[in-house]
């Protein structure tokens, strides 16, 4: 199968929900939650390449996964600046059971802890910090 570079954020989901934790399938993820993965990820237990590359199809326009999870998972590294594109391969067609074409996704279940959302909101801050003292240093030049 041939292999792109794409942003996560360039990717559909091919479902309208997900289940909220990784199955059993052989992966060092498996049974753990989407967020426990974004956070062993965030604290360097893994690297993002510990994660199978996902598939996708082209449907008109867009790029489509099968693999919503782990593009859930891409996305949220990438809203964290943890990541800006991530290798996929590029298959002929995809399961017929996934024919939703959809930007966002809801989360069946519990997520769990939410570490991630804690960096999100930390790296805000941060940045409001930074925007103020820009502006005082500006303001007295």
Known sequence: MPQIQLAPSDIYYSQSSISHCFTCN???????????TV????????RITDIPR?????KGDVWVTADNRRLWVFQVLESLGQCDTVTVKVARKMCCKKNVIKK??????????????????????????????????????
């Open 104 to 141: 966002d996704i809801s989360i069946r279940g519990d997520l769990g802890k939410v570490l991630y959302e804690t960096k999100k909101s930390l790296h805000k801050e941060m940045e409001d910090v930074f925007l103020t003292l820009a502006s005082i240093y500006l303001g007295s030049n």
């Open 26 to 36: 052989g992966t060092e993820h498996a049974g753990k939650t989407l967020v426990e």
């Open 54 to 58: 996902i598939s996708v199809v082209r």
């Open 39 to 46: 956070n062993d990820i965030l604290l360097g237990r893994c």
